[in-house]
């Protein structure tokens, strides 16, 4: 596939993205509050034949508030498991994972799902939208599922959105009309539709070149800069330069956990 090439120079700042949240940048001493997201003795395993295979193996971990934290490793290292489990796609066989206060285990599927769509944000690689709605129409989806805003202002606000990641001018085009970069920050418009507290990415810059990686990366660290809570998985250990937080997997283990000097 021909890689995506529509970002601005390398450096440029998002367009029109500090509003998102009014709130301070964190700090390292944020964690003396309750955490946005935490992982207590998780591990996580599958059987495989005869045998189990160990996914995850008793991760302890707290993200504050605010903090942009990217989980990296290699392929089969836990990271997808642990971004499901943070999700509530998937449960853990131990330990307990609990995201805004809420104990994930202790809820039902129907629950979960409820809380999923309200409290959550997700982007995905390949970005997902509904190839027979517009830009805006797929930013209001999940306000529509959800219903966390009224009929009548669901376009405005998704609108305003789409304003604020640089691409109102792609509000009444089909996703099959837009660059991949253009695609990214709307799906990141839907991820925010419903004002969740955490958004939560896997692999967002997997299908984008290096100049719109960097740009997305950019939004993102602007995001978390405003008082959004993200946690994203990825190969590209360049991730790590825009975050605040940098953890890395293997073999289902954390073997670092860092803050780089300018976070």
């Given at each position: ?44 395993t ?10 995850l ?21 836990g ?7 943070l ?10 994972v609990?995201?805004?206060?809420v ?17 959550l ?33 669901r ?40 004002d969740p ?58 073997i ?8």
């Amino acid at each position: 596939m021909k890689p995506v090439n529509d970002g601005p120079p390398r450096g440029a700042r998002p367009v029109g993205v500090t509003n998102v949240r009014a709130q301070a940048p964190p700090t390292h001493s944020a964690l003396v509050s309750p955490p946005a997201a935490s992982l207590h003795g998780v591990s996580r395993t599958y059987p495989v034949g005869g045998t189990t295979f160990a996914a995850l193996t008793d991760i302890s971990l707290d993200i504050a508030p605010g903090e942009f934290t990217v989980i990296v490793g290699e392929s089969g290292s836990g990271k997808s498991t642990l971004l499901g489990l943070l999700a509530g796609i998937d449960r853990p066989s131990s330990g307990r994972v609990t995201v805004g206060g809420v104990a994930l285990d202790t809820l039902s599927e129907g629950a979960l799902s409820r809380w999923r769509g309200r409290a959550l944000g997700l982007v995905f690689q390949f970005f997902q939208l509904l190839p027979t709605l517009t830009s805006a129409e797929n930013v209001m989806l999940p306000m529509d599922f959800c219903g966390t805003w009224p009929a009548r202002e669901r376009r405005t606000r998704a609108l305003a959105l789409l304003d604020q990641l640089g691409v109102a001018d792609q509000a009444d085009k089909l996703p099959s009309r837009l660059s991949g970069g253009q695609q990214q920050r709307v799906a990141v418009a839907r991820a925010l539709a419903n004002d969740p507290a955490l958004l939560l990415a896997d692999e967002p810059t997997g299908n984008l070149d290096s100049r719109t990686s960097h740009t997305l990366l950019d939004l993102l660290s602007t995001l978390a800069h405003s008082g959004r809570t993200i946690v994203m998985v990825t190969h590209d250990r360049r991730a790590m330069t825009a975050a605040s937080r940098s953890i890395a997997l293997e073999d289902g283990r954390i073997i670092s956990d860092t803050r780089p000097a300018h976070a």
